[in-house]
């Protein structure tokens, strides 16, 4: 249980931290080129995201 729990909150903290990030570039006072660079930086890094939380919740799971 405890174990699942911990899975949890990391999966919850990661992809809390992805939306905060998102919602900063978002609200940042930069122009619009500059935020559009920003986001598609951080789209490019999404699929190696997805992988990194992918093996961390199997890992949990395999626990």
Known sequence: MSENRSGSFIVGLLLGA????????????????????LLKKSADAL???????????QIQADR
């Open 47 to 57: 699929p190696e995201l997805a992988e990194d939380l992918s093996t961390s919740v």
């Open 18 to 37: 992805a939306a905060g990030t998102i919602t900063g570039i978002l609200v940042a006072p930069r122009p619009g080129r500059e935020t559009r660079k």
